[in-house]
């Protein structure tokens, strides 16, 4: 029998707390803001249109005296239309198991719907603590706060119901020190200077999707989707730069012309948009060009949606 034991390990392993923590909810109601907002960068995308985060991003929020929460943000939860859909959904559903913490986050309403119903009965199924965030307080009266908790009290025992906004970052300290005393103690599960796992090229490829969201009307961008078909520093130059090819898909003609708009005035505007935010993440110069093509229906094609990196087997 192996008795060497280390000490410093042992002493972290009860020093420090560390888990995973997923946060849930409608579409729309400030997942990816309040994620971007606890770790203090911009990881995942946003804007004010429905669906905007499709796959489950992962961030780390490291404590160097407490320890080190590492958050899900999911796609919202809906009733989905086509396969896309329906994988989002997956998403969103499948980050409620094996992890430390659900935060549900519900915008300041009285009347709990469909959507909420839902998520409610997911959430029996689980042994998991759920702390409810009531997003958006600064849009709202305090009286009107209390007459939330409790609606939301009377359809689920909650370990936690905190009042927030994401956006302002009100209660978010508070949230911290509560999701601290959920977790269990343990390691830390990245180095201290970890803010997300995922891949330059894909929030490269997000960026893009989300400055099409600002720019583009209603109805195209739940169609599109970016690849990256390259992206290689220059060797050569004096000065730090980064050559990126990216591909706007969309699902008809009409769509390509209303991205490219007229004298490419659109894609322009999308390109420019884009790369400044691009430049900041990679802390260089960027060339960027962008290409836009059409793959009719795709969200309903199980091989391009695998190809455009939404993969079933990922979940």
């Not at 080190?68 to 809906?78: A, W």
């Amino acid at each position: 029998m192996d008795l060497n034991i280390n000490l410093d390990e042992l002493n972290n392993s009860k020093k420090y707390k560390s888990g995973f923590v997923t946060i849930i909810g409608r579409p729309n109601v400030g997942k990816s803001t309040l994620m971007n907002s606890l770790i203090g960068q911009k990881i995942a995308i946003t804007s004010n249109k429905p669906q905007t985060t499709r796959n489950r991003i992962q961030t780390v929020y490291t404590d160097t005296d407490r320890g080190q929460i590492v958050f899900l943000d999911t796609p919202g939860i809906h009733k989905a239309k086509n396969k896309l859909g329906e994988y989002m959904v997956n998403v969103a559903e499948s980050a409620i198991n094996d992890v430390d913490v659900i935060l549900w986050l519900v915008e300041p309403e009285n009347y709990i719907g469909a959507g909420e119903q839902h998520i409610v009965e997911l959430l029996k199924k689980s042994n998991t603590p759920v702390i409810l965030l009531i997003n958006k307080i600064d849009t709202i009266e305090k009286t009107k706060i209390i007459e939330n908790i409790d609606t939301y009290r009377k359809v689920y025992d909650f370990d936690e119901i905190i009042p927030i906004s994401a956006k302002k970052r009100t209660g978010l300290d508070d949230l911290i020190d509560t999701i601290f005393k959920y977790l269990p103690f343990g390691p830390m599960f990245y180095d201290e200077d970890t803010l997300t796992d995922q891949p330059e090229r894909q929030i490269v490829a997000e960026i893009i999707r989300e400055k099409s969201l600002h720019a583009l009307s209603d109805e195209i961008p739940h169609g599109i989707a970016v690849t990256i078909e390259s992206m290689k520093a220059r060797k050569d130059s004096k000065n730090k730069i980064v050559d990126i090819e990216a591909t706007i898909i969309c699902e008809k003609n009409s769509h390509k012309g209303i991205i490219i708009g007229k004298q490419g005035q659109m894609l322009k505007k999308i390109g420019t948009n884009a790369r400044y935010e691009i430049e900041k993440l990679l802390d260089s110069k960027v060339n960027l060009n962008l290409w836009v093509k059409v793959k009719k229906d795709w969200r309903d094609s199980d091989i391009l949606m695998k190809n455009f990196g939404y993969r079933e087997e990922d979940i």
